[in-house]
């Protein structure tokens, strides 16, 4: 079994150790906070609406923190720029906001609250995506 994985591997590895594959996997995960940091620029009072919505105050400050982070956190992991902590910035904040915006427990049993619990687990995924990313940047640093 040993020697069919160290032969599988050698095939995968000339694709998936490509440094582009890498930027097309970053890109992957950082996908949502670019579409989301660039949606709620380029519609502030529907940024501000949704910070209100989760009942954050005050609302713009929210919003242009958000924007912020999400749009400076992704740059960095892309560019390499201190991914480790954009990869950290990102998760951590993916986690507040599931924290903040699926919680499923509070929901009355049906499709809204398995909807949400769903979501709340793929975005706990996410979360070990940025650990990962992190992890491995700063034991490459090393």
């Not at 079994?1 to 440094?19: C, D, E, K, T, V």
């Not at 923190?65 to 892309?78: G, K, N, P, Q, R």
């Not at 903040?100 to 995924?125: C, V, Y």
């Amino acid at each position: 079994m040993h020697g069919i994985s160290i032969r599988l591997a050698a095939l995968a590895r000339p694709l998936f150790g490509a440094s582009w594959m890498r930027f097309i996997a970053y890109l992957g995960l950082c996908a949502a906070y670019l579409q989301g940091g660039l949606n709620k620029l380029t519609d502030f009072a529907g940024a501000i609406a949704e910070m209100t919505h989760f009942g954050l105050s005050p609302a713009p400050v929210f919003a242009g923190i958000v924007i912020a982070l999400e749009l400076a956190a992704s740059v960095m992991i892309l560019l390499g720029f201190l991914r480790w902590l954009g990869a950290l910035a990102l998760g951590s904040f993916t986690l507040l906001a599931t924290f903040l915006a699926l919680r499923f427990w509070e929901l009355p049993a049906g499709m809204e609250r398995f909807m949400a619990a769903n979501s709340f687990f793929e975005h706990l995924g996410l979360v070990g995506g940025f650990l990962l990313v992190a992890w491995l940047d700063l034991k490459k640093k090393a």
